[in-house]
Every structure is written in C-alpha cells, then in structure tokens.
C-alpha cells in the first residue's frame, strides 16, 4: 500500500503570509496527487489535480508543485477564508486511494 | 445543480449493521464511478470503498473488508454502502463522492455530499 505523510501536521500563520504543505508518497505516484481543503463542519473540497493543475473556481494564490515522491501545496498570500485543514490524495494507485494525515492551517 | 446527498447514519450498537444511501442529481449517475469516504471525530480523511459506473467492480479500504459492502442502483440514482459487525473505530461521518477522471487523467473526487453520521456504540 502506498503511504502518505504530510507536514506539518498543523500551522500557524497570519494574513498575508506565503506557507507551504509538504506532501510525501513511500512510493512514487508520478503526478497522480490531489489536494483537497475542509473547513470545519464541510465536505472536503478538491483545489489541485494532477500535482499542479488548479480546480475550476480555486484562486491562483494556491499553487501545487511535484511528481514522484515530493509535493507540495503553497498559498501564496494567506487570506482568512484559507484557514481550513488540507490534504493531499494519491491516486496512482486507483480505484484503490490513500489521503495524507492533514495539515491543519491555524490563524496565528 | 449537480448534488450528493447521504443519508442513512444514525447510532447502532457494535456487532450491529447500517445502510447508507446516497442519492445522486445533476449528472448522469451511471457514467460515474462513486467513492465513500469517512472522517473519525477529529481525525483525517479514510478511503472506504469505490465501485464502477456499472456496478460490476467494486474496491474496499483493508479495514472494512468483508464487513462493508458498496452497490448501487442506477435507476435510481443511488449509492449504497452497507455497514456489518460495525466497531467503535467505524465511528465516522461518511461522505459518498463522484469519482471524475479528469486532465491527464487523473481521478478525482469532484463533488462531495454532506455526510452522514455514524455512531458506534452501547
């Protein structure tokens, strides 16, 4: 089974600040890695596929960068509707899916 | 409007079993493999299980694996997800999901429902 592991577990950043969440496969998955965000009391919402590509809707301050083993999610400008929990997904090895533990993004 | 809405959850004593539903609008539902997700108080997200657009294949975490069982009907627009010889740890919200395969192709949970709730307890 493919593992992932992200970090920080959690963070703590003001508006305005550049942060970055790091997503790690025990394997490589190429470029079959997805971020979704959860706010508290909400369905997960997907914001990158395919490593880098950016949903339909999601503000350009979200980038996503990566392929193997290696990735990572970056907000560019945190704005205070970013404060949520984000997770990484692999789907490499589809229909079978792993999430990473989730990295809780805190106001600071 | 495309929507998943699940329903089904409720408190049951462990040993005990639960059918969830998820009923699917907006979009052709058999065109669409389907994912259930769950999230533990607190925790994470867990993949549950998957199944294909048709119905004939179907997919299960290690953890629930002969004890959940996915199906669907596509005449009515339904996802289900039966629950046997529930645990504690089977404790969740659970969200069913449209699996969309995108650019590149790549698979992803597009639209997600609202969750639904499943205590597991005495």
């Known amino acids: 089974d493919i593992q992932m592991t992200q970090s920080p577990s959690s963070l703590s950043a003001s508006v305005g600040d550049r942060v970055t969440i790091t997503c790690r496969a025990s394997?490589?998955?190429?470029?079959?890695l997805n971020w979704y965000q959860q706010k508290p009391g909400e369905a997960p919402k997907l914001l990158i596929y395919a490593a880098s590509t950016l949903q339909t809707g999601v503000p350009l301050r979200f980038s996503g960068y990566g392929s193997g083993t290696d990735f990572t999610l970056t907000i560019s400008s945190l704005q205070p509707e970013d404060f949520a929990a984000y997770y990484c997904q692999q789907t490499f090895s589809a229909p079978l899916y792993t999430f990473g533990q989730g990295t809780k993004l805190q106001i600071k | 409007e495309v929507q998943l809405v699940e329903s089904g959850g409720g408190l049951v004593q462990p040993g005990g079993s639960l059918r969830l539903s998820c009923a699917a609008s907006?979009?052709?539902?058999?065109?669409?493999?389907m994912t259930w997700v769950r999230q533990a108080p607190g925790k994470g997200l867990e993949w549950v299980s998957s199944i294909s657009g048709g119905g004939g294949s179907t997919y299960y975490a290690d953890s629930v694996k002969g004890r959940f069982t996915i199906s669907r009907d596509n005449s009515k627009y339904t996802l289900f997800l039966q629950l046997n010889s529930l645990r504690a740890e089977d404790t969740a919200v659970y969200y069913c999901?449209?699996?969309?395969?995108?650019?590149?192709?790549?698979?992803?949970?597009?639209?997600w429902g609202q969750g639904t709730m499943v205590t597991v307890s005495s």
């Open positions: 394997q490589s998955v190429n470029s079959y």
């Open positions: 907006g979009f052709t539902f058999s065109n669409f493999a």
């Open positions: 999901a449209r699996v969309l395969v995108a650019a590149h192709g790549s698979d992803v949970f597009d639209i």
